[in-house]
């Protein structure tokens, strides 16, 4: 037994020495930090123990104004040994830095933006959050597939990487770049003060590279759509098909993806070499025309190819099927007699199907209406006739004569999932055939029946300069041809300033800056109008000429849970200031203390925000 006990005393010691694991902290600044934070992980000789719970749990190191951990009040010149701490989440680096080491594995809000750095590190895959302006930079890095939010002005950055499909909000230098690398549905601003306009930047090719940025090599891009007069172009009234599978094969790999909601899709495979495209079988009354197209790729390719939808039946011009609807709100009263008096609102809607034979001989015509039994249910028909097959609805007519119309309505209910009936597909497509041909028309009516527009937001912002931002959103647009801005002094009386033209389909977000304001307080609206020339109104939003500042503070900026606001204009005591979300959406309402006060965000979503006031903007960025 004696002789094993100086073997065990060696591996005892050997397993004691393995749980601390030391390195230098070459910054003296840094040292200094981490001896008064976290005295218990260094040793006496200043080394820092890696494994040190303190070190270990630490998750976020913000601003001074957030009252947590920060690195105010020490002039950190170099963050070497910041990659051990490895539960960071949040990191507000110190000013002046001219380097980055490694970053943590797990970060996902990087504000280093206000020093010296000429070159950033390797991303981690988890960053959501990335603000690097104001320094040296010449170039990015990879961006990761999580990135949200990137802010890249005032520095030496003419071109920029790959672009993750996650991406949805971008500050840069519009002088400096001048095209994207890829197709975005994020939202790209060029950098002039809060808040950014918001822009337009085209896809980089040979001709509008003038940075002679890299190119991603090979892309291949289109729409898939409903070609109803069969010319295989998108035409205005004709629909986008959303849910496409489109493939592509070559050098011994298989693509796939599936269009979005206005019917896009987009390949960029990694070589060259010969590429053929196709897309699934959409319907035994439809081919995809190209229904197969081979491309030979080859350095810096860049190909558009839209898939056209064709109706198979042989008797174009004889059939037709058109359709409208909406959904409304039910409120009953279970009990009449309680008080105070409770209601209960349920959504109900009703489609009218109407059906024409345009040709010279008598149909059996064949009604089927596809619809989303995941979403709504169906009720009953003004048509006995009518059966559900569970996902469409099929009438089986006879005798339609040459000239005639026909119609019916259908009526649905949302389903016990759905609580509001602007969010779900009413009905995807409708088809009329007959057994010696026809033709068929699909109508798109993704959301409120066939309404054809929903605006789920307008916004107008004073900027620094007396213009206003108007921007506004809507969902599921169908059959909407334009936006016209009116402007007004009084509230009253409304003249035209700018006519802007409506995408027609999809979700989609618009802006339009205006001339000098002299007014003090400026209205706007906006007129929407359809394609048959109908219109409506939007409600009314002002601004206020800003002749001063916002006469508010807020910190931290960048923020996470909690924001803090300084009033330091006693105009503004009680009076209302909002916190607008990047897409113009007024997310809360704050009434403003003659003071400080501290507001609770921790339940808004991290991204690009900004704080109104009756006299200017000011810009937060949230990063939980």
């Not at 009252?67 to 020490?74: C, T």
């Not at 597939?145 to 500050?171: F, K, M, R, T, W």
């Not at 693509?255 to 079988?281: C, K, R, V």
Request: net charge negative; hydrophobic share 35%.
């Amino acid at each position: 037994m004696k002789k094993n006990l100086p073997s065990l005393l060696i591996a005892i010691f050997f397993i004691v020495s393995a749980k601390a694991q030391y390195v230098n902290i070459p910054d003296p600044e840094f040292k200094r930090f981490l001896q008064n934070k976290y005295p218990s992980c260094l040793d006496n000789n200043g080394m820092l123990d890696t494994t040190c719970a303190d070190i270990l749990a630490l998750t976020s190191i913000t601003d001074a104004a957030t009252g947590g951990v920060s690195f105010s009040n020490y002039s950190i010149l170099n963050l070497d040994g910041i990659q051990y701490f490895k539960s960071l989440k949040n990191l507000y680096c110190p000013r002046g830095l001219t380097s980055l080491p490694t970053l943590p594995e797990n970060l996902e809000w990087l504000d280093c933006s206000n020093s010296l750095l000429t070159i950033l590190p390797k991303l981690p895959q988890s960053l959501k959050v990335l603000n690097c302006s104001n320094n040296n930079l010449n170039s990015l890095p990879s961006l990761g597939d999580s990135l949200q939010h990137l802010e890249c002005y005032n520095n030496n950055i003419y071109c920029l990487p790959a672009l993750p499909g996650s991406i949805n909000a971008i500050v840069l230098d519009s002088s400096k770049i001048h095209c994207i690398p890829d197709t975005t549905s994020g939202r790209v601003f060029n950098y002039n003060g809060y808040p950014s306009n918001d822009i337009h930047l085209p896809v980089c090719n040979t001709a509008n590279n003038v940075n002679n940025c890299p190119l991603i090599p090979f892309a291949i891009s289109g729409s898939v759509f409903y070609d109803n007069n069969n010319n295989e172009i998108i035409d205005s009234a004709e629909p986008y098909k959303a849910n496409c599978k489109v493939f592509l094969s070559g050098n011994s790999k298989i693509y796939s993806t599936t269009t979005n909601q206005n019917g896009f899709y987009i390949f960029m495979p990694e070589t060259a070499g010969s590429y053929t495209l196709t897309e699934d079988t959409i319907s035994q009354l439809y081919t995809g025309v190209p229904a197969i197209d081979t491309f030979n790729l080859t350095t810096d390719t860049s190909i558009t190819q839209n898939i056209a939808l064709q109706s198979t039946l042989k008797n174009k011009d004889s059939l037709a099927i058109t359709g409208q609807g909406l959904f409304i709100t039910e409120t009953s009263y279970p009990d009449p007699q309680s008080f105070p008096l409770v209601g209960i609102d349920t959504y109900s809607g009703s489609m009218g199907i109407q059906y024409y034979n345009n040709g010279s001989v008598s149909v059996n015509p064949a009604i089927t209406v596809y619809y989303d039994s995941t979403k709504i249910k169906y009720r009953n028909s003004s048509n006995t006739s009518v059966i559900n097959t569970g996902k469409s609805l099929l009438l089986m007519d006879t005798n339609l004569l040459p000239g005639e119309s026909r119609s019916f309505t259908l009526f649905f209910a949302d389903t016990t999932t759905i609580n509001n009936p602007d969010s779900f597909s009413f009905v995807t497509n409708a088809t009329i055939t007959t057994v010696n041909g026809g033709t068929l028309t699909a109508f798109m009516t993704e959301a409120l029946g066939l309404l054809p527009l929903n605006l789920t937001a307008f916004n107008a912002v004073s900027k620094a300069d007396n213009t206003a931002l108007l921007f506004w959103s809507t969902v599921n647009e169908i059959n909407a041809k334009s936006f016209v801005v009116e402007q007004s002094n009084d509230g009253l009386h409304f003249t035209d300033i700018a006519s802007i033209k409506a995408r027609g389909t999809g979700n989609n977000q618009y802006s339009f800056t205006t001339d000098k304001l002299n007014a003090i307080i400026t209205y706007f609206r906006l007129r929407m109008i359809d394609n048959d020339g109908k219109y409506t109104y939007s409600t009314i939003v002002k601004t206020t000429n800003n002749t001063t500042n916002t006469a508010i503070e807020v910190s931290p900026n960048p923020a996470t849970n909690k924001v803090t606001i300084r009033n330091i204009n006693t105009a503004l005591f009680n009076t209302s200031a909002k916190i607008v979300n990047s897409l113009g959406v007024i997310v809360k309402n704050v009434l403003l203390k003659q003071s400080t006060q501290t507001i609770d965000i921790s339940n808004l979503p991290s991204g690009l925000y900004f704080i109104q006031t009756e006299n200017g903007i000011q810009k937060i960025i949230i990063a939980h």
